[in-house]
Nanobody, 116 residues
Framework: QVQLVESGGGLVQPGGSLKLSCAASGTGITLYPMGWYRQAPGKQRELVATITSGGSTNYADSVKGRFTISRDNAKNTVSLQMNSLKPEDTAVYYC??????????WGKGTLVTVSS
């Protein structure tokens, strides 16, 4: 059974930074791609960034140049460094891992609020 636990959310002013972390547990999880998604109030969940087991990354256009995803396979963690935050980045951020047969596991989410 895979478990994902996010941490690091909170309130930050526009232009500020925040780092999210996700601790993963389960057999073989280092073999699979992981990512961060977000869901703002009244909107659908959307991709923020993904990273493969080998470290290849992919970002949504809206966060390119501002967010950085990384993973530590030795510690079974994936992180999201968020810089130059904007009010439109306000959302619940979810950690994700996609296993074989495209089976997705999700964390419970962590709230990021960007506001002055």
């Amino acid at each position: 059974q895979v478990q994902l636990v996010e941490s690091g959310g909170g309130l930050v002013q526009p232009g500020g930074s925040l780092k999210l972390s996700c601790a993963a547990s389960g057999t073989g999880i280092t073999l699979y791609p992981m990512g961060w998604y977000r869901q703002a109030p009244g909107k659908q969940r959307e991709l923020v960034a993904t990273i493969t087991s080998g470290g290849s990354t992919n970002y949504a256009d809206s966060v390119k140049g501002r967010f950085t995803i990384s993973r530590d396979n030795a510690k079974n963690t994936v992180s999201l460094q968020m810089n130059s935050l904007k009010p439109e980045d306000t959302a619940v951020y979810y950690c994700n891992i996609r296993l074989v047969y495209a089976i997705d596991y999700w964390g419970k989410g962590t709230l990021v609020t960007v506001s002055s």
